[in-house]
């Protein structure tokens, strides 16, 4: 009796982890690598079995960075499963991981490791944004995209995305503004010309024009943060002192202002313009079309 209860333990030791775990001892490990819808359970699935995501947020994937992880992959293998779900038998589309995939397959694998989890399209939709999120380093515009799918595609509010994804609300209101910048500047912020500081200060300029001048004048010059900060609060500051040199009519003055340019325009038969300021200083514009209503306007103020 002594004799049969190593061979018993080595036995059970042969037949893998897994085995021991399912108390199965009739399962051979070549069927513990057959793929299984239980959510969380990782298997080896064939690369030709595996879909992209169509929901992946990532719209670049660097080349070198890619062929870096490959050879990385070769010699250490892959150390984090990707995730996928399952559409059919032997048909799987990827959650995340899509470099992992995508390296995998320049380093010759023909399987890859893989939780599988059980989910349709707008729980893939948001397992695959938010685990890209937190997991990928994005482009700031990047991010501002997906949280902006979350909220149109996921039917979710901003105080909901924020706990989601384990940011604040400001900073959720940060990278979807991004989202209002023109689109050369956008175009900036995804290829890392500017950075999310830059864009953040260039959001506060309301003019378009104004802030693709500024944006040009960081791309030239290499302005930094602080100084694109600094100019667009110098800027901002003079739009508003302008605004208080200029102070709009009370709506009393500008009613009786009106009724002056509609008395005009009646006595000379034209379009005429009256602008007055609080002062009693201003001027009046009376338009002619052609030399004939020229002379008929000075008929009327008694010139000719």
Sequence with gaps: ????????????????????????????????????????????????????????????????????????????????????????????????????????????????????????????LEMALIENIQRENLNALEIAQSYQRLLAECDLKQEELGDRVGKNRTTVNNYLRLLKLPPDIQAGIRDQIISMGHARALINVEDIDKQLAIYRKIVVEELSVRKVEALVKALNDADEDSKKKAPSLDPVRKYEIGKIQQRLANHFGSKVQLKANDKNKGEIKIPFGSASDLNRILEILEII
């Design 1 to 124: 009796m002594a004799d049969k209860k190593p061979t018993q333990k080595k036995n059970a030791l042969g037949r893998g982890l897994g085995a021991l775990l399912q108390d199965s001892p009739q399962k051979t490990q070549k069927e513990e690598l057959i793929p299984t819808p239980v959510a969380a359970s990782i298997n080896e699935i064939p690369l030709t079995e595996i879909q992209v995501n169509p929901y992946q947020p990532r719209t670049h994937f660097d080349k070198d960075a890619l062929q870096e992880l490959s050879e990385s992959i070769i010699v250490q293998g892959i150390i984090q499963p990707i995730t996928v779900r399952k559409l059919a038998d032997n048909e799987y589309q990827l959650i995340s991981g899509e470099r992992r995939f995508q390296a995998s397959k320049l380093a010759g694998l023909e399987r890859i490791p893989a939780y599988i989890r059980t989910a349709n399209d707008q729980q893939m």
